[in-house]
């Protein structure tokens, strides 16, 4: 996790105790923060971050996160993989 100004970069290869340290850093900082971008090349390991990502954007719409945003992800062992998050 990289925190620069106001965008935070994120790996999306997390371990659960990485993504509870990732929560709870992240929620009191949520006004100061205006982007999560993800890590080149980083792929999506457990869903419990996408869920806490969903969350941040449920508590505050106007931020930026283009990985949620783009609603697909390329892994080179599964391929392409689409999901939606009605956030």
Same mark, same amino acid.
């Not at 850093?25 to 205006?34: A, G, H, S």
């Given at each position: 996790m990289q925190f620069d100004g106001d965008a935070l970069t994120i790996d999306l290869s997390m371990s659960m105790q990485e993504i509870a340290e990732f929560a709870a %850093? +992240?929620?009191?900082?949520?006004? %100061? =923060?205006?982007r999560i971008e993800a890590?080149? $090349?980083?792929?999506l390991k457990r869903s419990?971050?996408?869920a +806490?990502? +969903?969350? =941040?954007?449920?508590a505050k719409p106007q931020i930026v996160i283009p990985f949620l945003e783009a609603g697909k992800m390329h892994?080179?062992?599964? $391929?392409?993989m689409h999901f939606i998050c009605a956030a």
């Open positions: %850093f +992240v929620r009191p900082r949520l006004e %100061f =923060i205006e890590l080149e $090349g980083s792929t419990a971050l996408l +806490v990502l +969903v969350s =941040i954007k449920r892994n080179k062992h599964y $391929g392409t």
